[in-house]
């Protein structure tokens, strides 16, 4: 047969004849070789990595123990306002080693009450003490009891502060509504503490720096150390924030003191490089804190908690203030009565977000400056009022009072503003400032109040002021304005200076 045909224009392709062998492949260069070996090294190790952290996140997330609020809250922490977060120390016998301490049947007290408040800029921090033995009001407490029940606490009147947790039946939310009756100040968040949280975080650490001035020895708490300085953790880092039979005057007010140096040394120690460097030491952290607190329901979640953290951790050590609430001696010898001429002033600061340590010196004096220059007669104050606070009525009891009282004729209400807000506002066109000035002159509003902006019309198309009343709002007369520095003479410590224990 005749062999095929060759195409035009194409050359014929020889055949190479077939020896029943496959073709080699080419060879990778050993560079090659490496580089996809590392690369599936790499994939795999970061697989690894990803479903380790993801284990051990949900195994914090396990953690956290959470107990309902019961609507005792705010409802949650925001970024564009103050936080106020509830730190409650139970005396409740609970875990390894603590049966000794005291009645180990005890429901537990609120034994040791912290309300920690970060500024709405997270410059400041004031963390105020409550004596427990303090002799106050406790309203009555809807509750959700361990069991799942609801039940109502009755409220009991002239009696010490630390029932309000444990006894009959009264959760954290219970404390958490008490201290808002005390302070005037809603609270976002509780966390609660045992005695183990004591033990595990300052072992977390490496231990916690504390200087005594003097030796102490106090059979009771099991603490025994000598005068100087000394790094404690576990049992007698736990022994000595429950000492106070050899301090002071051995009363409760002088364990308020050390438990004060022992958390701003702590505080200290958690920011220093020497923690925060140090991977296992941010891991025991992680997993003591998420063991020993119980939280709110709100914050139960672990990225929630994080987030909640980071906001608390923004201020600088140097404005850290702790302040325990002024309190005199009651008749009995055993409690303390709330010190109303000192508190009040007190609770007014941390009520208008005014920090108790120089912070933003420059922004302050811009503030004062608004309130200083001439200021116009009251009948050419032009004013529109809401009312944002939650007094029923009070826009309209604020212009009787400015028209009948004060001569501000040219002043209306405008009902309900279209939000609740914590302060009270003044929004005005700069050529509105005398208007502004002498307004605030009458109704005693804080400097932080003035808002240098855009007025609006009033019902005849005439250019107003706007005033909100904000929940800092109490009535018609009494100044809006807290005072710009805490009262004389109260108990206060510094976050970033060390002090020894007397």
Not at 8 to 27: A, F, L, N
Not at 402 to 418: E, H, I, M, R
């Amino acid at each position: 047969m005749p062999g095929p045909r060759r195409r035009r224009g194409r050359p014929q392709e020889s055949t190479p004849p077939s020896t029943g062998r496959r073709r080699p492949k080419p060879k990778q260069s050993k560079g090659k070789k490496t580089l996809k070996w590392g690369l599936g090294i790499l994939a795999a190790l970061l697989v690894i990595v990803l479903v380790a952290g993801f284990l051990y996140w949900q195994h914090l997330n396990d953690n956290i123990t959470s107990v309902n609020d019961d609507g005792a809250g705010t409802g949650g922490f925001s970024a564009d306002r103050p936080i106020n977060v509830l730190l409650i120390g139970t005396d409740k016998r609970t875990g390894k080693g603590n049966e000794g301490y005291g009645d180990a049947g005890s429901a537990g007290h609120a034994d040791t009450t912290i309300l920690l408040h970060v500024s709405k800029d997270r410059t400041n921090t004031t963390a105020l003490s409550i004596p427990r033995d303090m002799i106050t009001d406790i309203p009555d407490c809807p509750t959700t009891q361990a069991d799942g029940s609801k039940k109502t606490i009755p409220g009991t009147s002239q009696t010490r502060f630390n029932e309000s947790l444990g006894q009959s039946g009264r959760t954290p939310s219970c404390t958490m509504r008490t201290v808002t009756e005390l302070t005037g100040i809603k609270i976002d968040h509780f966390m609660v503490a045992d005695f183990n949280a004591v033990k595990t975080l300052s072992t977390a650490v490496g231990g916690v720096p504390i200087c005594l001035a003097k030796d102490i020895n106090d059979p009771k708490s099991h603490l025994n150390l000598s005068k100087g300085e000394h790094v404690l953790k576990g049992d007698d880092a736990l022994a000595f924030v429950r000492t106070r039979h050899a301090v002071g005057f051995g009363g409760d007010l002088d364990r308020i003191k050390l438990q004060q140096q022992f958390l701003t040394s702590l505080m200290r120690k958690m920011k220093s490089n020497d923690t925060l460097t140090s991977p296992n030491k941010m891991m025991d952290l992680a997993e003591a804190a998420t063991k020993a607190l119980t939280v709110d329901s709100q914050i139960s979640d672990l990225s929630k908690l994080k987030d909640l953290g980071l906001e608390l951790s923004k201020a600088d050590l140097e404005n850290i203030s702790f302040v325990t609430t002024p309190v005199v001696d009651n008749t009995d010898g055993a409690t303390v009565l709330l010190d109303d001429p000192k508190a009040k002033p007190l609770f007014a600061m941390l009520r208008a977000d005014k920090s108790l340590t120089e912070v933003k010196k420059q922004q302050k004096e811009k503030e004062e400056a608004r309130l200083k220059g001439p200021k116009s007669a009251a009948s050419e104050v032009r004013v529109n009022i809401y009312n944002g606070s939650e007094t029923a009525g009070a826009a309209q009891s604020t212009v009787t009072w400015l028209q009948t009282d004060q001569g501000v004729l040219k002043s209306s209400q405008l009902g309900n503003a279209p939000k609740q807000q914590a302060k009270t506002t003044l929004e005005y066109d700069p050529d509105q400032a005398d208007q502004a000035r002498r307004l605030a002159d009458i109704m005693g509003l804080p400097a932080s109040a003035m808002k240098p902006g855009k007025s609006e019309e009033n019902a005849q198309g005439l250019p107003a002021m706007k005033l909100v009343l904000g929940d800092d709002f109490e009535e018609a007369g009494t100044p809006i304005s807290a005072p710009s520095k805490a009262p004389e003479g109260i108990q206060k410590v510094e976050a970033d200076k060390p002090v020894c224990a007397k």
